[in-house]
């Protein structure tokens, strides 16, 4: 189980003590192709509001893999093709290519992606996610925010933290930066997808029931953290 509760992500109340506030993110490339986690990003992101962070994996920095723990205390990360003994030392080789994860009342499965073919394919990641059993499936190496439902199960990627380059959009597309929380109470999942679009962060919000459609409405823009003291 990952951590203890903490506030919404919007400085709601929280209803009940067995909500569980998670961090997923991947897809970094730091430092050869972005240079840090946009500043804006790092304003949301104190130590203290997440309980634990899931990560796709490209990395590619230990210093950041290092950033992320202080954020959270269980910071769970698998293997990207880029996350190798000269980017992480004395890291990498310990980096799983999947995990499973109980993250409140859910299951979640982690993979990097790049060992599905075709990437990002829904049949590839929804065999995936049956070989782990998992409530939800988050994925990465697309660099692109995706969320859906397939066979009754939540599959979700970030996209790159970053908005890192990568060959798979092609020359003509770059990548948004973006991240999501995951806020869990029982069955209930609310999803909150950060983007920097302009400059600015822009934010939806995902309601999901295990056995019912997702939802997805439009989410106010978050007011940054007191700065920790």
Known sequence: ???????????AERRALDMVLVLVLGDLHIPH??????DKFKALLVPGKISCILCTGNIADKPTLDYL???????????GDFDDAVSLPGVADS????????????????????QLVPWGDAESLGAMQRQLDAD????????????????GKLFINPGS??????????LAE???????????????AVIYVYELVGGEVKVKKIEHTRGAPAAVVAAPPPAPPPAPP
Do not use: W
């Open 136 to 151: 939800v499936l988050i994925s990465g190496h697309t660099h692109r925010f995706a969320t859906y439902e397939y066979e």
């Open 161 to 170: 933290a970053t908005g890192a380059f990568t060959p798979t959009l092609g």
């Open 69 to 79: 723990r202080t954020l959270a205390s269980e910071v769970h990360c698998v293997r």
């Open 95 to 114: 980096l799983p290519e999947t995990k499973l994860v109980t993250v409140g009342d859910f299951k979640v499965g982690v993979v990097h992606g790049h």
């Open 1 to 11: 189980n990952c951590g203890s509760p903490l506030p919404a992500p919007h400085g």
């Open 33 to 38: 192709r972005a240079p840090k986690l946009p």
């Open 174 to 188: 770059t990548a948004t930066p973006s991240f999501v929380l995951m806020d869990l109470q029982g069955a209930q």
